[in-house]
């Protein structure tokens, strides 16, 4: 007779309910966004791609999406590599201070984006530099949001490096700069495509801060559909829930997709 341990089931079981309950929203935002009739509802009154062709001719929804990918793009790059400096600062420092700066560097995961909104549009308008109500303004706060996911991810793969790789390189007459270029940085590559990818998706859709940083010239997607939703309440709203759905969806497939490539040409 088998022994049925009923941990694995339960966890199963757990899992299973968990997806059921992050997919189910994602399902209804799709078929809302392919219903046929005047007004966002559900159950859908029919199915139809008007609304989906409706939304690359919008003149608010498309170049609202423009803007979040760009500001995403751009928040990425600045968080990944600030982040990645921050992190090897944080990981091999002997400084009595890291602690109190790993807690300053992940402080605004901890306030409410409200909050932080506040803060930052109210630091900007009292240092009167131009900042407020900014591209450059909402970027910084962008970088500030997705930095410690960054952080995160390039410390756990900090952690667990081999010193002794990068050590063996340097006594064979690596200089400082070749040695983390040409071996520490393909180990610790998976840490940064991953927080890469965190701070892309943050950045997209980030809402609480960029509600308090942005213009009517510079409204995100995410504030393009609370401002549809609470006036037009039309389903072109949920059809560009969907693109952004398909985009962060698409981006962490890219980011597993090189992960795995990564991995399989270290071990060839």
């Not at 909050?115 to 109210?122: N, Q, R, S």
């Not at 409204?219 to 037009?232: C, E, M, V």
Request: with cysteine.
């Amino acid at each position: 007779m088998e022994d049925v341990n009923p941990i694995p089931f339960t966890f199963r079981v757990i899992a299973a309910v968990a997806l059921l309950v992050l997919l189910v929203p994602v399902g209804i935002v799709v078929l809302a966004g392919l219903n046929s009739g005047e007004y966002l509802t559900f159950p859908p009154e029919g199915f139809s791609l008007r609304w989906i062709r409706n939304f690359f001719v919008s003149p608010t929804f498309l170049p609202a999406f423009k803007l979040s990918f760009g500001l995403a793009l751009a928040t990425t790059l600045i968080s990944t590599f600030l982040g990645t400096l921050a992190s090897i600062f944080l990981t091999r420092s002997t400084s009595r201070s890291k602690e109190f700066l790993r807690a300053i560097f992940f402080l605004p995961v901890v306030l409410p984006g409200v909050v932080l909104g506040i803060a930052l549009y109210v630091f900007f308008i009292w240092s009167n530099i131009g900042l407020a109500r900014s591209l450059t303004g909402l970027i910084i706060g962008h970088v500030l949001v997705t930095m410690p996911f960054v952080i995160a991810t390039v410390t756990a793969s900090l952690v667990d490096l081999d010193l002794s790789v990068e050590e063996a390189a340097r006594s064979l007459g690596a200089s400082p700069i070749q040695a983390f270029t040409k071996v520490t940085l393909p180990l610790i590559a998976p840490g940064i495509s991953a927080g890469s990818i965190f701070a892309f998706i943050v950045s997209f859709g980030q809402f609480e801060l960029t509600l308090f940083l942005s213009t009517p010239n510079l409204q995100t997607l995410p504030l393009a559909i609370y401002s549809s939703l609470r006036y037009a309440f039309e389903p072109t709203a949920a059809a560009a829930g969907i693109f952004a759905i398909c985009l962060v969806t698409v981006s962490t497939l890219i980011s597993t997709r090189l992960s795995n490539l990564k991995k399989l040409l270290s071990r060839r």
